[in-house]
C-alpha cells in the first residue's frame, strides 16, 4: 500500500453526466483513507494555471445528481508541449500532490502518457464521455443518460411525425462513434439508422422511404449519427427533398442537450463505483492505467492500451434493424 498526503482530481475534454458523481466518490473515499483531496479546474489547462483547491466532504454534498461537472473541463493545447507539462508538474510539486485522478476521454489518456514520460507522477482515469468508445469498459460515464436523452426527444417527435405525417431525420452525437444513433434508434424503432461504422448506400435509404410511401406509411424516423460518411441530418434532408418533394420532411438537431441534464441512476452507480476503486487502486499502488466495467466487474487497463473503439455491428444486428423497421 503506497501512502498518499494529497491527490488531485480533473476532468477533462467534452463533459458527461456523471462526471459530479465520479468526482463525490474520488473525494469522499480519499477523505475516509485520511488523503487530502484536491481539485483541478478546466482540466490540464487548469493545471498549468495553478487552479488548484483542496476539496472537502462537504463540497461535493449534493452534486451526485447534477449534471456537467463542477471541476469546469477544457481541453488544452499548451499542455500538448514539453514546455507546458513542465508548467503543469512544477504546479502539482507547489501543492505537495503525489497523485492524480484523470476523469475523460481517450485524449485525457494520452495526455497523461505523455505526461508520465516526462514525470513519474502516479494517475488512474476513469472513462468520462457520452460516446461509449472507449476499450476496456462495457459502459463509460454519461452514456446511458445521453441515449436515455435521446430516446426521450426521439419519442416526442415521433407524436409530432405522426400527427402531421412527416418524415423526421434525427441527428444525435457521434462523431467518431454510432454508439448513441444505435442505441436510440433500436429503442425508438427508427426505420433506418445511419452510423459511421457503416458506409452509408444513400440510394438504399432513398428506396426504402420510397416504398414505405407506396405502402402508405405515414411516419418515417430515420436516426443519424453527425459522423456518418455521408453527413448529418441536414445534408441527408437535401437528398429526401430532391427525391420526394411533396414529402413533409424535416431536419432535427438535437446536439448538446445530449451532454446535459441530471445523469440516470446507471451513471450515477457507475461513476461512484469506479471513483472509489479509482482511489483504492492508486492506494494500491497501481498507476497510468483506467479503471473500467467488464461484466459488472471492476478492470483496469494500461492508458497505453485505451483507444477509440468504434461498435462491431454482427449481421444479425443490421438485419433486426430491418425488420423490425418494416
Known sequence: MKLFKRIGVLTSGGDSPGMNAAIRAVVRTGIYKGIDVYGIRHGYQGMIEGD???LQATDVANIIQRGGTMLKTARSKEFMTDEGRKIAYEQLCKQGIEGLILIGGDGTFRGAVEFFKQFSIPAIGLPGTIDNDLSGTDFTIGFDTAVNTAVEAIDKIRDTAEAHDRLFIVEVMGRDAGYIALNSGIACGAEDILIPEVMTDIEQVL???????????????????????????????IRVKERF??????ATILGHIQRGGSPSYADRVLA???????????????NQSMAGMVNQEVVFTPFSQVQKENVLLCGDMLEMIQVLAT
Open 207 to 237: 428506396c426504402k422511404i420510397d416504398y414505405d410511401e407506396k405502402r402508405k406509411k405515414t411516419v418515417h424516423i430515420l436516426v443519424v449519427a453527425e459522423g456518418d460518411d455521408f453527413g448529418g441530418a441536414n445534408e441527408v434532408l
Open 272 to 286: 461512484s463505483r469506479l471513483g472509489y476503486a479509482a482511489v483504492n487502486a492508486l492506494c494500491e499502488g497501481r
Open 52 to 54: 488548484i483547491f483542496q
Open 245 to 250: 418533394p411533396n414529402l413533409d420532411t424535416r
